[in-house]
């Protein structure tokens, strides 16, 4: 796995950034022309640069799914020509002042109806996304935003509109089609929100959300995926929503809490058209929790039969902690097997915290011992790595690495958090962990409470990207947090570690080759990414520095500005 994505970025290597619109021309006169660009902004840094590389990590699936769903409604509309582009600008060419313009320009010149739809935008990325929804709309073209953050902040929403922004909130499977459809009758409004046949529960009461059974599939965009260091990867939402009531989490209410499900025969055809149309080997399944989703059964067991078929097919997927679990019975065992037997090679679980009373306070009670569930959390503080240490030991048992979400910055943090707590999960015997700042996201259980006691120390929404600390805690001040955040990479990801690693190709009881040398490879990765300042799920390799700096922060000031 190693050897083919490295072998395949060095056959790049040579290639500089190109626009992915090189190529597009005029409009066939004959029927109507729509150029849709489905843009996913970057990020500031703290420098107020732009955040670019050479190589990405993990593709957009926002931008394949709408992709997809973009190509579907030109397959029924036959009256129009779609000409779609998609850019990654974490990836792809700057899309500074003159590249906005020529993209007007080049709109006008060719006689084509031009929308710009920002996709996915999360809260961390809201500012770039802003300030280019601005620049398009100062050159006259419509403009679309979507993504969890317009979903979840009314006021980011509100000023959106009020210049002229079209905002999309929720999914998109019965929205997009309605929307391009608008644009091109000239009746585009000015909000659109999710449709469905189905309600799901939220935080906040019920929401509408569509059925996936039969929405069209992602959109593999060969371009887009040499864009990142294995062009032999690609992703795919088998499911969505998520039960739980995490109290950090955005999505149940975005996506609701009842888990709905893509036909699992479509999607393993998929993978199969995937594999031996375009050569790819591995997939991320980006379900937020593929145990809980209604199809993983049928889903898994297609997949492990393309592999008997003789396809060389790998996954990483997500999952809550229960499969590994003696608890979760047979259920949860069948889980485990057959993820392997599909090819599973990393699996990732949201630990979040070793301390026994902050799992109680994200009321992520999933995570803990059934025996505790109901009852103080004091008790089981002791116990709590071995519970862990039992759920790695069932994957590793059956060749799967285990890859975990941790935070730094709850409420039993002290000094010492971070390199202690990467010390315990070394012990446990986690390969890959990602470290995170707590960060009280828009609509969240936490923001609400970060808003009520006042202790929020940011209104600069690029501070909300989960690397910066932007809540007042009890023990701890700014520069402390960012020190044990510091240090929990630092110690986990120790040369030592890492040389190990290396030297040993992850050699782990249990674990087979894909996940040996797929652990090896994101130890090396992380350990790099975290030296040079960027998150490793965040960012990529080879980092490229752009003339682009940050303007302003505040809305009312880029609308100055813009």
Known sequence: MIRRGLASALDRLRLLPARPDAGIGAADVRRPVLRLYLVKASRYDDDGRLLQFRWGVIP???LAVLAGLARAWAGSRTDVELQLVVWDELVDATLDAATIASITDAASRDGVRLL??????????????????????????????????????????????????????????????RLLDDFLGGRLRCSYAAEGSLRARSDEGTIVVPALESAPLPSIEARYLRRFFNARFATIDTSRGCPYVCSFCAVKNVMGRSVRARDPRRVVDWIAHAHDEHGI?????????LFRSPAWEPLLTGIAALRRAGRRIALFLQSDVQPGLAESGRDGRRFVDLAAAAGCYQV??????????????????????????????????????????????????????????????????????????????????????????ATPLPGTADHRAALADGSLLSDDWGDYDTTHFVRRHGFLDRSG????????????????RLAWSAATLHRVAGLGWPARTGMMAQQLYYGYASRRGWHPMLGGIWRRRSAERRRVVDDEAARAVY
């Not at 080997?281 to 929790?289: G, T, Y």
Request: overall charge negative; some cysteine.
């Open 60 to 62: 957009g699936n926002t």
């Open 116 to 177: 710009i739809g920002l996709c996915g935008v999360q809260t961390g990325e809201y500012p770039r996304a802003r300030d280019l929804a601005l620049q398009f709309r100062s050159h006259g073209a419509a403009v679309a935003v979507g993504g969890f953050h317009v979903s979840s902040d009314p006021a980011s929403r509100a000023f959106l509109e009020s210049a002229g922004v079209t905002v999309a909130t929720g999914e998109a499977e019965d929205t997009l089609g």
């Open 281 to 289: 080997e591995s997939f991320l399944l980006v379900d937020d929790d």
């Open 348 to 437: 990732f679980m949201g630990f979040e915290t070793l301390d026994a009373v902050d799992v109680a306070g994200l009321r992520k009670h999933q995570n803990r011992h059934a025996a505790d569930r109901r009852r103080d959390p004091g008790p089981e503080a002791d116990r709590l790595d071995a519970h862990y240490q039992a759920i790695v030991a069932t994957w590793h048992a059956v060749g799967v690495g285990v890859h975990c979400g941790y935070m730094i910055g709850l409420p039993g943090d002290r000094a010492g958090c971070g390199a202690a707590a990467a010390r315990r999960l070394a012990d446990i015997g986690v390969d890959i962990v990602s470290f995170f700042a």
């Open 481 to 496: 947090l960012e020190r044990e955040y510091r240090d929990a990479y630092r110690t986990f990801y120790s040369p030592r």
